[in-house]
T-cell receptor, first 115, second 110 residues
Framework: NAGVTQTPKFQVLKTGQSMTLQCAQDMNHEYMSWYRQDPGMGLRLIHYSVGAGITDQGEVPNGYNVSRSTTEDFPLRLLSAAPSQTSVYFC??????????????FGEGSRLTVL | AQRVTQPEKLLSVFKGAPVELKCNYSYSGSPELFWYVQYSRQRLQLLLRHISRESIKGFTADLNKGETSFHLKKPFAQEEDSAMYYCAPTNPDRGFKTIFGAGTRLFVKA
C-alpha cells in the first residue's frame, strides 16, 4: 500500500491563480479530510468527506472547494489564491468503518506559497 | 463549539525528566481522544488513542471526563521524543470530524 499520496509537494502561485492539490489513498478508507498547518495555529480542518459523493465544511472552508467522485481521490481546489493561503496542506484518511473511530493516516504534506 | 486547548506552545525539559503535555477539550457528545506526533521531516502519525489504553514509546494519556482533559505523560523523556505533539478529539456523532489543538513543541535537552 502506498498509503496517502499528495501532489505536488511544493507549489508557488501568484495571487489570483487557481490550482488543485491532489490526494489519493489506496486503503479503501471512506473518510478523507484536508487540513492546513500554520505556525502557532496547529492543524485546521478545511473540508472533509465521509464517502464518495459526500463532502462537508470544516473550520476554515472559505476559498477552497472539494469533491469526492471516487473513494480513492479527494482533490482540494483553490479558486483564486491569496497570500493568506500560504501554508502547508495535509490530506488524511481515516481507518475504521461504521461506528469504529479509527486513526487518521496522513500524507506527506504540500507546501504552498502564494506571492 | 468544539474547542481543543493545548496551553503550552513550547515545552523544554532535560533528558530523563518527566514530561506532561496538557490538553483540554470542549466537545459535545462523547469524543474519542487521540494524540498525534510529528517528528522532524516526517509526516504526522498516531502516537496513542485513549480507547486502546496502550503505552506507546513510554507515553500514556489519562482521560479525565470531569475536567475534560487528556494530558500526555512520560516519566523519563528521551532526546528522540523531541517533536510536535497534537491532541485531537474525534466525535463519531459529528461525522468523525477531528479538530486539532494548536500543538506543543517538546524539546528534550541532553
Amino acid at each position: 500500500n502506498a498509503g496517502v499520496t499528495q501532489t505536488p509537494k511544493f507549489q508557488v502561485l501568484k495571487t489570483g491563480q487557481s490550482m488543485t492539490l491532489q490526494c489519493a489513498q489506496d486503503m479503501n478508507h471512506e473518510y478523507m479530510s484536508w487540513y492546513r498547518q500554520d505556525p502557532g495555529m496547529g492543524l485546521r480542518l478545511i473540508h472533509y468527506s465521509v464517502g464518495a459523493g459526500i463532502t462537508d465544511q470544516g473550520e476554515v472552508p472559505n476559498g477552497y472547494n472539494v469533491s469526492r467522485s471516487t473513494t480513492e481521490d479527494f482533490p482540494l481546489r483553490l479558486l483564486s489564491a491569496a497570500p493568506s493561503q500560504t501554508s502547508v496542506y495535509f490530506c488524511a484518511s481515516r481507518t475504521g468503518t461504521g461506528l469504529n473511530t479509527g486513526e487518521l493516516v496522513f500524507g506527506e504534506g504540500s507546501r504552498l506559497t502564494v506571492l | 463549539a468544539q474547542r481543543v486547548t493545548q496551553p503550552e506552545k513550547l515545552l523544554s525539559v532535560f533528558k530523563g525528566a518527566p514530561v506532561e503535555l496538557k490538553c483540554n477539550y470542549s466537545y459535545s457528545g462523547s469524543p474519542e481522544l487521540f494524540w498525534y506526533v510529528q517528528y522532524s521531516r516526517q509526516r504526522l502519525q498516531l502516537l496513542l488513542r485513549h480507547i486502546s489504553r496502550e503505552s506507546i514509546k513510554g507515553f500514556t494519556a489519562d482521560l479525565n471526563k470531569g475536567e475534560t482533559s487528556f494530558h500526555l505523560k512520560k516519566p523519563f523523556a528521551q532526546e528522540e521524543d523531541s517533536a510536535m505533539y497534537y491532541c485531537a478529539p474525534t466525535n463519531p456523532d459529528r461525522g468523525f470530524k477531528t479538530i486539532f489543538g494548536a500543538g506543543t513543541r517538546l524539546f528534550v535537552k541532553a
